[in-house]
């Protein structure tokens, strides 16, 4: 029981791990250290796959971890967007429009909650293709900055990619939460609660908003 429950722990630790990290990464572009912070980034994008794949591989996805998941890498998304155009190596149009599309999922998020209508934690297909491509667009950013490679036509194309794919998946969101169509969760009855309960903790999936 005790090596379950170590072994349980190990995607939920890897992710607040990814978490903590966010704060040094900040600093070390906004300081110009941009070979370390390309390297923490990559270290931070395989942890992401490691504590998924671990997770599933021997069932211990959890609960909080399909919240702490998403959580983390929209922290860490958030925090290099802003710090990249605050030194002007990406777009601030796009900043603003990435920064914009989350505050509405979480606004939309923390709304639902006050009106006692909870929101799925289901992301989108779409919405997975955006992070992907958020994060590789940061990464090559990194790459050219520290390594001085000519992926100035590159970066300008993920750009656009980056700004269609927020705009899409930011639009079916806003979409689910305005017409009720899969964004929100029942409230069960008062019978039903604990029942619920167990089995949203035994199903949740992990995965990205």
Known sequence: ?????????IPNLITLARLIAVPLMVWL?????????????????VSDGVDGYIAKRFRVESELGSYLDPIADKVMLVGVYVTL???SYLSLWLVILVVFRDVLIVGGTVLSQLIDRPVKMQPLFISKVNTVAQIVLAAVVL???????AGLPLISAMEYLVATTTVISGSCYLYMWVT???AFI?????AQR?????ASTEDQPRGRV
Do not use: C, N
């Open 1 to 9: 029981m005790s090596q379950h429950l170590l072994l349980s722990s």
């Open 29 to 45: 572009i906004a300081t110009d250290a941009l070979s370390a912070a390309f390297w923490l980034f990559v270290a931070a994008g």
């Open 186 to 190: 029942d409230a069960p009855a008062p």
């Open 180 to 182: 009720g169509r899969g």
């Open 85 to 87: 155009g605050l030194q």
């Open 194 to 198: 604990s029942e619920s309960a167990r």
């Open 143 to 149: 790459a050219e900055l520290t390594y001085k490679l």
